[in-house]
């Protein structure tokens, strides 16, 4: 990446001033400038006991979309971005009015920034943990990112605060300013074009990631859940540790040796229809924003040679049909479902931990399968070394059909086989099934209305918000 790309300074605030004054007298009730939850709250000084969840409707898939999305409200008056959902990691930025140089979006869909940039030597900044670091020359500068994606897409833009209405899982609503980037300069030099999404919810272990913040501010726990559907491209994300089932989870703990704040477990062994395939210590990476699985090449080749010799004499024919999944076959007629290839293909198995002790991620076929428009069937496991990755595994598809939980309070990543069409029952008021009506919006989105209605919240006064 280009380090001496130069930066843009932020409209004056001067004019902001008037549109601020304008806005807060004409909408907000005094009671909530008074209560709103401090954006300097980055120490943990709020009881966890009380912690909650927020919860949102996921939407995308695989193929042939290749990310998944949530939709989450900035802002006030808020606005609606849908971002790309990753755990890879820890910023979070949005398409950036200012004026904005590569942006998917329409101007009035940008994000627009109001003098609530992060001065360059905030924590939030200065422990940015990104290669591009950017002096802090002037503690009053506004603090500059660039962040750089493993498919060569980038942002370039400033940090900002503000404020995110969120409706909890408890049914109270909070407003935490949180930190993102206003992102002004978007750039795909990858084979895939950047995802059409308004930006990136990050949701790395580090410091400005989505989740440790709400942490720190006492809202949720440090906890991320994700449930991916099979079929549909439905599921759900949580920031919180409500969703997380009782028992039945199995856990494994996360690698620390890991430089960088991602999601790592290992070192782990490769099975094929429960056997050893003599491939081990293999380091994965817990990735929901990288759109395939990627394995390093001796686990690839493993897998690939396995299914092959699987496949020989059978029905299925090899065929090069689509450009990113290298390796398809097809059977005389165009397949429609992974189900009408099931007594082909066998079970693969991750094996973390001891023989003794062993955490198994099972990944059944429809996992690691997948049917393309043309109706052959495509391995979406990767061989990570032609994109230059020698060391690590990335999963991705793997995660359908399981809920995956980071728990960055207890250091351990755990999964437990779901039907993530369906929102788990937490508390009555707001279990349900997800394909209804609310599936087109997230959680909270409700609270637009009220917000411009200024309706009368007085059932939450408790909470002391609104
Ligand atoms: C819901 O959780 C938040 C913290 O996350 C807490 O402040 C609030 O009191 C809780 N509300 C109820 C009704 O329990």
Same mark, same amino acid.
Request: aromatic fraction near 10%; charge should be neutral.
């Given at each position: =990446?280009?380090?001496?790309? *130069? ?38 000084? =709020? ?24 939709? +989450? ?9 849908? +971002? ?33 940039? /992060?001065?360059?030597?905030?924590? /939030? ?20 990112? &660039? ?66 913040? /709400? ?38 703990? +996360? ?8 999601? =790592? ?32 090449? &001796? ?21 090069? &049909?689509?450009?990113? /999944? %290298?390796?398809? !076959?097809?059977?005389? *007629? ?11 293909? *066998? ?55 399981? =809920? ?44 637009? %209305? !009220? ?16």
């Amino acid at each position: =990446m280009n380090l001496k790309k *130069k930066t843009r300074k932020f409209f004056p605030c001067v004019y902001f001033f008037f549109f601020y004054v304008f806005f807060f007298s004409s909408r907000v009730q005094p009671s909530e400038a008074a209560t709103k939850d401090s954006p300097k709250g980055h120490v943990k000084l =709020m009881n966890h006991l009380h912690a909650s969840s927020v919860v949102f409707p996921v939407s995308g898939n695989v193929y042939p979309l290749g990310y998944y999305y949530v939709l +989450l409200n900035i802002g006030n008056p808020p606005k609606v971005f849908d +971002l790309d959902i990753d755990t890879g990691s820890d910023l979070t930025w949005v398409q950036c009015d200012a004026p904005c140089k590569g942006c998917t979006k329409p101007r009035d869909s940008q994000y627009k920034p109001k003098c609530n940039t /992060l001065p360059c030597s905030h924590m /939030l900044c200065s422990g940015l943990d990104l290669p591009q670091r950017r002096p802090c020359l002037d503690p009053q500068d506004q603090c500059d990112y &660039e962040i750089g994606y493993s498919d060569h897409a980038s942002s370039l833009g400033a940090l900002v605060t503000d404020v995110f209405p969120l409706r909890l899982e408890n049914g109270s609503t909070r407003h935490p300013h949180l930190t993102f980037g206003c992102g002004y300069d978007q750039q795909s030099r990858g084979p895939h074009p950047a995802p059409p999404t308004a930006g990136m919810l990050g949701l790395g272990g580090g410091q400005v990631s989505i989740s440790s913040q /709400l942490s720190d501010l006492g809202i949720t726990k440090n906890v991320i859940v994700h449930c991916l559907s099979h079929n549909n491209g439905k599921g759900f994300l949580s920031i919180g540790d409500e969703l997380v089932p009782s028992s039945g989870v199995t856990w494994t703990s +996360l690698a620390l040796k890991s430089t960088s704040k991602h999601y =790592m477990a290992g070192p782990a062994e490769l099975l094929f229809n429960d056997k050893t395939t003599s491939v081990e210590g293999l380091d994965f990476i817990f990735d929901s924003g990288s759109s395939y699985t990627f394995f390093n090449a &001796e686990a690839y080749q493993a897998i690939l040679g396995h299914i092959r010799r699987d496949l020989k004499g059978k029905a299925l024919m090899e065929t090069k &049909e689509d450009k990113s /999944l %290298r390796v398809c !076959w097809k059977d005389k *007629k165009p397949l429609k479902s992974v189900y009408d290839v099931k007594k082909y293909f *066998k079970t693969i198995t991750l094996r973390f931990g001891s023989q003794k002790k062993a955490q198994l991620f099972q990944v059944p076929l429809e996992s690691y399968l997948i049917i393309t428009e043309e109706g052959s069937v495509c391995l979406g496991i990767l061989n990570g070394a032609e994109i230059g990755l020698d060391n690590y595994n990335i999963l991705n598809i793997f995660f359908q059909g399981i =809920m995956v939980i980071y728990d960055n309070e207890k250091q351990r990543i755990g999964w437990i086989p779901s039907d993530c069409d369906k929102l788990p029952n937490v508390n009555n008021d707001h279990g349900g099934d997800l394909s209804k009506e609310e599936a087109a919006y997230p959680r909270g989105f409700g609270l637009i %209305r !009220w917000l411009f209605s200024g309706a009368d919240s007085s059932n939450n006064k408790k909470d002391g918000e609104l």
